[in-house]
């Protein structure tokens, strides 16, 4: 089967830095992707990492390690806007059939901004 | 706008209803999948469709099916209802496996399906 594990929630100050961790364990594995998803809103995507390493967005980055199966997202310089759920999720191909991808979501760490 | 659009955004129904949950992908997209969002529950991945055809199936109940039409919208049935089916449903788009990854999905705004 498949899983990945992330904290529930992580609560920080404004103008902090927030590091969420992901562990997953699945069958078949092409990336590690990051989803925001703002309460009642609908999930967007941050970042995807492909291989072992640091992406960089603005204020987000996003770290990825094959062989231990784990990765992050950091958050810096919070903002009160930051305030949402993230999710992990792992891409991975389908079982029948080479041609598309499949994401399978961790059950998301809602992250809390205060002033 | 992100290019997905979902319908209705809202619907109430009573146990043993039957509804349809329309989506339409963002243009040139040719997979759709549709997932169940619970309260406070992360994404759970319902069944998706590449180009009319079924690809991949989750954790989808038999009370429940969908569909791919030719000009590529989506359409999720879900039929005698019960209480615990009120969850968000989100449909999402991506690109054709040619375009790559980085793109993620798109997804639409969700339907919100309360079951009374």
């Known amino acids: 089967g498949q899983s990945l594990e992330q904290p529930s929630e992580v609560t920080a100050v404004e103008g902090a830095i927030v590091q969420i961790n992901c562990t997953y364990q699945?069958?078949?594995?092409?990336?590690l992707s990051w989803y925001q998803q703002h309460d009642g809103g609908a999930p967007t995507f941050l970042s995807y990492?492909?291989?072992?390493g640091l992406e960089e967005t603005g204020r987000f980055s996003s770290f990825l390690s094959r062989s231990d199966s784990y990765g992050y997202l950091l958050l810096q310089e919070l903002q009160m806007k930051d305030s949402a759920s993230y999710f992990c999720?792992?891409?991975?191909?389908?079982?029948?059939?080479?041609?598309?991808?499949?994401?399978?979501f961790g059950g998301g760490t809602r992250v809390l901004v205060k002033p | 706008d992100s290019g997905v659009t979902q319908t209705p955004k809202h619907l109430i129904t009573a146990t043993g209803q039957r509804v349809t949950l329309r989506c339409s992908p963002r243009?040139?997209?040719?997979?759709v999948y549709w997932y169940q969002q619970s309260l406070d529950q992360g994404l759970q991945f319902l069944i998706q469709?590449?180009?009319?055809?079924?690809?991949a199936k989750g954790n989808i109940l038999e009370r429940f099916s969908a569909q791919q039409f030719p000009d590529l919208h989506s359409e999720l049935n879900l039929s005698s209802l019960e209480l615990g089916d009120s969850a968000l449903y989100f449909c999402?788009?991506?690109?054709?496996?040619?375009?790559?990854?980085?793109?993620?999905?798109?997804f639409g705004s969700g339907t919100r399906l309360t079951v009374v």
């Open positions: 999402a788009s991506s690109a054709h496996i040619t375009r790559g990854p980085k793109e993620g999905y798109t």
């Open positions: 699945t069958s078949g594995f092409y990336g």
């Open positions: 990492n492909a291989l072992d």
């Open positions: 999720a792992v891409r991975r191909p389908l079982e029948a059939k080479a041609a598309g991808n499949k994401l399978t």
């Open positions: 243009s040139g997209d040719l997979s």
């Open positions: 469709y590449y180009n009319g055809e079924e690809r």
